[in-house]
């Protein structure tokens, strides 16, 4: 992986909205791009994930997309909560990841 | 334990002293990565091992930065003449699997150890 960027850097929203997080990548080669998320204090943990050969995947109230040919991918929370609360990372990379530079999600009660 | 510990989990060190980090991964893991966090930023690779090789240590920032991993197991980072710009925090994570283009999948990360270099 080379290059990646992460918007926006810090993001508000009212418990029970979406929030979206966008990253774009610079390297044509990325087949994997996985989400992290990290509290305060804690190292980062995964929390969803998908490869190249797949344009959206989902688990609960997470959801991934991917549009290889813009070379960007997204994380969408929907309801969210207040434990949603924490920095979250995106990254890509085979062997090595190359992370994002973080949002700070903020859900307010 | 069942998850990957590092330690210490806080350090200061004068500029000029010695550091080592230590990291137990999770029993097994064939893969172990060392990664440099500042403040408010991604983490970024420092160097990877599988087993007890290390395959890639592309990103250590000089040469005062030394990894190894004698036995497979635990390893250890050793950060020698410690600087300022050497404050951040180091994460150290593990994988079951080795690590390329048909195996990715999860990093389980320790912690991480504080390093504050005055």
């Known amino acids: 992986g080379e290059n990646v960027e992460q918007h926006p850097s810090t993001l508000s929203v009212q418990e029970g909205d979406s929030a979206v997080i966008k990253c774009t990548y610079s390297?044509?080669?990325?087949?994997?791009f996985p989400w992290y998320k990290q509290e305060l204090g804690k190292g980062p943990q995964l929390i969803i994930d998908i490869r190249s050969n797949v344009g959206e995947k989902k688990d609960q109230r997470i959801a991934v997309t991917l549009n290889k040919t813009a070379k960007h991918f997204s994380l969408h929370i929907t309801e969210t909560q207040p434990e949603d609360s924490a920095v979250y990372f995106c990254?890509?990379?085979?062997?090595?990841?190359?992370f994002g530079s973080g949002t700070q999600l903020t859900v307010l009660p | 334990g069942a998850g990957v510990s590092q330690s210490p989990r806080y350090k200061v060190a004068k500029r000029g002293q010695d550091v080592a980090l230590r990291c137990d991964p999770i029993s097994g893991h064939v893969s172990l990565f060392w990664y440099q966090q500042a403040l408010g930023q991604g983490p970024e690779f420092l160097t990877y091992f599988q087993n007890e090789a290390q395959l890639d240590k592309s990103g250590l920032p000089s040469d005062r930065f030394f990894a190894e991993r004698p036995e497979g197991s635990v390893s250890t980072l050793k950060i020698q003449r410690t600087q300022q710009e050497d404050s951040a925090v180091y994460l150290c994570a593990s994988s079951p699997t080795r690590r390329g283009l048909q195996n990715t999948g999860e990093l389980f990360f320790g912690e991480g150890s504080r390093l504050t270099v005055l």
């Open positions: 390297d044509s080669a990325s087949n994997y």
């Open positions: 990254a890509e990379g085979l062997r090595q990841l190359t």
